[in-house]
């Protein structure tokens, strides 16, 4: 076996790699310790102690530790900093203990499962935590949750908040898709012949409407229904889910 050590500059607050390793054969500099040199049959050093020399190195250093096992023509690549390059798991239970100010533990929240999809990820969470409920009519109805130590938030605020920012997407999305109605209208010099929003939606996109949506905020399927040749009626059900009720959702008027 031989064993290359190679120094990793001390960071306060940010983390730098210890090399950077390329597939185009070769070594770069660093300080062999074992069986006579070799060349790394696919793999080469570069950046090595950021542009330093191996007598360079500092007692106070951190090391990484790169091992060419011969006989398994494998290289092992110990980092001795595990605060550089954390896993996704823990990002996503870090996020989600302090997430707007709570302050859970480790061990209230767990990260069962994480699935990466190119850019975006799926988290499936375990939250371990204490809720306060108060008798009303007859029944338990949960009146505050627990965010931290000491730290409780009413269960009204918080449907208060998702309520708020669900009206203002829906309502956007409404806009969007009226915007695609009058662009179709204005090229085919009539509205979209439709009989559901479904129907709307596969006539609309993608040329007049670049995204397809069949639901609103609360996962509830839009409506839209032709009144005559230049009226439609376009809506969401809003926060209860029920057509034909106060808090019906309607695009801006044009």
């Given at each position: 076996?031989?064993?290359?050590?190679?120094?990793?500059?001390?960071?306060?607050?940010?983390?730098?790699?210890?090399?950077?390793?390329?597939?185009?054969?070769?070594?770069?500099?660093?300080?062999?310790?074992?069986?006579?040199?070799?060349?790394?049959?696919?793999?080469?050093?570069?950046?090595?102690?950021?542009?330093?020399?191996?007598?360079?190195?500092?007692?106070?250093?951190?090391?990484?530790?790169?091992?060419?096992?011969?006989?398994?023509?494998?290289?092992?690549?110990?980092?001795?900093?595990?605060?550089c390059?954390?896993?996704?798991?823990?990002?996503v239970?870090?996020?989600?203990r302090?997430?707007?100010?709570?302050?859970?533990?480790?061990?209230?929240?767990?990260?069962?499962?994480?699935k990466?999809?190119?850019d975006?990820?799926?988290?499936?969470?375990?939250?371990?935590?204490?809720v306060?409920?108060?008798?009303?009519?007859?029944?338990?109805?949960?009146?505050?949750?627990?965010?931290?130590?000491?730290?409780?938030?009413?269960?009204?605020?918080?449907?208060?908040?998702?309520?708020?920012?669900?009206?203002?997407?829906?309502?956007?999305?409404?806009?969007?898709?009226?915007?695609?109605?009058r662009?179709?209208?204005?090229?085919?010099?009539?509205?979209?012949?439709?009989?559901?929003?479904?129907?709307?939606?596969?006539i609309?996109?993608?040329?007049?409407?670049?995204?397809?949506?069949?639901?609103?905020?609360?996962?509830?399927?839009?409506?839209?229904?032709?009144?005559?040749?230049?009226?439609?009626?376009?809506?969401?059900?809003?926060?209860?889910?029920?057509?034909?009720?106060?808090?019906?959702?309607?695009?801006?008027?044009?």
């Amino acid at each position: 076996m031989s064993v290359y050590i190679v120094e990793e500059e001390r960071q306060k607050n940010r983390c730098r790699p210890a090399a950077t390793l390329r597939a185009d054969g070769g070594r770069g500099r660093a300080q062999e310790f074992g069986d006579s040199p070799r060349t790394l049959p696919s793999l080469r050093l570069l950046s090595i102690l950021y542009g330093r020399s191996a007598s360079a190195l500092r007692p106070f250093a951190r090391y990484a530790i790169l091992a060419n096992v011969k006989s398994l023509g494998l290289f092992l690549i110990l980092l001795g900093s595990l605060g550089c390059g954390k896993s996704l798991e823990k990002q996503v239970q870090e996020q989600i203990r302090t997430f707007d100010h709570a302050s859970l533990s480790e061990q209230q929240v767990e990260v069962q499962n994480v699935k990466e999809i190119g850019d975006h990820a799926v988290a499936e969470v375990r939250i371990t935590t204490a809720v306060r409920l108060v008798k009303k009519d007859g029944d338990w109805v949960i009146e505050e949750f627990r965010i931290g130590d000491r730290r409780w938030e009413r269960a009204e605020h918080i449907l208060a908040v998702i309520n708020e920012q669900r009206t203002e997407t829906t309502l956007q999305q409404l806009n969007l898709i009226t915007e695609g109605i009058r662009r179709y209208a204005d090229l085919n010099q009539q509205l979209p012949k439709a009989s559901s929003f479904e129907e709307l939606m596969d006539i609309l996109s993608p040329q007049f409407h670049n995204q397809v949506v069949r639901i609103d905020a609360w996962s509830n399927p839009f409506s839209y229904q032709a009144i005559s040749a230049d009226g439609y009626d376009l809506k969401s059900a809003g926060p209860d889910g029920d057509l034909g009720t106060p808090d019906d959702l309607f695009p801006d008027p044009q």
